[in-house]
Structures are given as structure tokens and as C-alpha cells.
């Protein structure tokens, strides 16, 4: 998703629909990505991380693509449930550093 | 639930008062971040602490904010004489001491109001 103003990207889909949420970061010396959900009024929850040794990487119904040429990322959830809505962010961190820089986030909203 | 903890959950405070937050982090866990939060935006790095010893604040205001983890107990972020500005999230992030990886993992937050 692209930033829009002051309000969040937001991607609606149908339940039961695949969701792809986009990504992009700015340091090209970033090597470590981790995805993160977060459901309204709590704090953001884990999904699934990558290194920057890897294109792909696959959990339960949720796959992360890495692109370091064009410097993007995605996260794919496959058959998107409601309980999916929430905002997520990615967040890349260098080697140097541990600690995580998090982009703006995407708010996913599925309809039943 | 050994995740990590967080209190208050929600604090409201008027203009001028101090604010302390606290953070547990997950048992086993050695290094805790802060994060601000303000409404419909990202998670914003504020300082990273471990033991004892500040590890980087730059992400800290220079001024009425401070951040501690003593060698026993809580992480505490301290907010003095707070401003309508200071109101947001504060999400506290714990993880392991860094050679063990590098995911973060964090708490549920606590929501400041100042009125």
C-alpha cells in the first residue's frame, strides 16, 4: 500500500479471498524483516520474519517475498478470514543495529 | 501467559503531572525497547535498554522523558509534567540478549491521556 495523507492504506477484501500487503523500505543495508499484526487497541503480535539470505518464506496460511532489488516486501495471507482485519506493519532492521524501524502500517479489512 | 507485561493499561493525567510507565519483559529476555504510538500512525523507537545500562535513546525527547531498567524489577518510562501532546500508545518490546537473534516481541501497551 502507498501513504496517503494522514489516513492508514487500507486493503479490503472478501473472506475466503488471498490478501498481498506491500511493503517498501529505504535501507538497502537492512537484512532482517519481521511482519506484525495488530488488532485494535493491542499491541503488535508477531506473524512471520525473513532474512535478507532468503526470496521466500512460508508459515501457517501467511507467506513473506522479500525482493531486496527494488527493496520491497509483501505478505501474502491466503484465504483471508475476518478475524485477519487488523493493521499490519512490516519492520527491517540492519546488522548493525536491533532495533526494528517500522513502516506506516496497512489496515486489512475483511467482509464476510 | 509469560508474554510480555505491561501496566498501567490505560493512565490518564492532567497537564503538568508525571506519568510512569512499566514493562516486564518475557522471562528469559535481557533487552526491552519503548515505542510511541500515535493514533493511525507507525510505531515510533524511542530508547533500548538492557540491565542497567541505556543502550541507545535517540529516539528519546531531550527533555521530561527518561527511561531505566534496574537490575531488579520492571522497565519504567517516566514522563514529567506531561503535555496533551504526550498522549498516545506506549508499546514496551522485549527480546532475547542479541547474539540469540533479533525478534521483538511486544506488550499489549499502555494508553496515555492528558488532559
Known amino acids: 500500500g502507498e501513504s496517503v495523507g494522514l489516513h492508514l492504506p487500507t486493503l479490503s477484501v472478501q473472506e475466503g479471498d488471498n490478501s498481498i500487503i506491500n511493503c517498501a523500505y529505504s535501507n538497502s543495508a537492512s537484512d532482517y524483516f519481521i511482519w506484525y499484526k495488530q488488532e485494535s487497541g493491542k499491541g503488535p503480535q508477531f506473524i512471520i520474519d525473513?532474512?535478507?539470505?532468503?526470496d521466500k518464506r512460508q508459515g501457517q496460511r501467511v507467506t513473506v517475498l522479500l525482493n531486496k532489488t527494488v527493496k520491497h516486501l509483501s505478505l501474502q495471507i491466503a484465504a483471508t478470514q475476518p478475524g485477519d482485519s487488523a493493521v499490519y506493519f512490516c519492520?527491517?532492521?540492519?546488522?548493525?543495529?536491533?532495533?526494528?524501524?517500522f513502516g506506516r502500517g496497512t489496515s486489512l479489512i475483511v467482509h464476510p | 501467559n509469560a508474554g510480555v507485561m505491561q501496566n498501567p493499561r490505560h493512565l490518564v493525567r492532567r497537564r503538568g503531572q508525571e506519568a510512569r510507565l512499566r514493562c516486564s519483559p518475557m522471562?528469559?529476555?535481557?533487552?526491552v525497547y519503548w515505542y510511541r504510538q500515535l493514533p493511525e500512525e507507525g510505531l515510533k523507537f524511542m530508547v533500548y535498554l538492557q540491565k542497567e545500562n541505556i543502550i541507545d535513546e535517540s529516539g528519546m525527547p531531550k527533555e521530561r522523558f527518561s527511561a531505566e531498567f534496574p537490575k531488579e524489577g520492571p522497565s519504567i518510562l517516566r514522563i514529567q509534567q506531561v503535555v496533551r501532546g504526550d498522549s498516545a500508545a506506549y508499546f514496551c518490546?522485549?527480546?532475547?540478549?542479541?547474539?540469540?537473534?533479533?525478534?521483538?516481541?511486544f506488550g499489549e501497551g499502555s494508553w496515555l491521556t492528558v488532559v
Open positions: 519492520a527491517e532492521m540492519t546488522g548493525g543495529s536491533y532495533i526494528p524501524t
Open positions: 522471562k528469559g529476555h535481557s533487552h
Open positions: 525473513i532474512r535478507s539470505n532468503m
Open positions: 518490546a522485549s527480546s532475547p540478549p542479541a547474539s540469540a537473534g533479533n525478534t521483538i516481541y
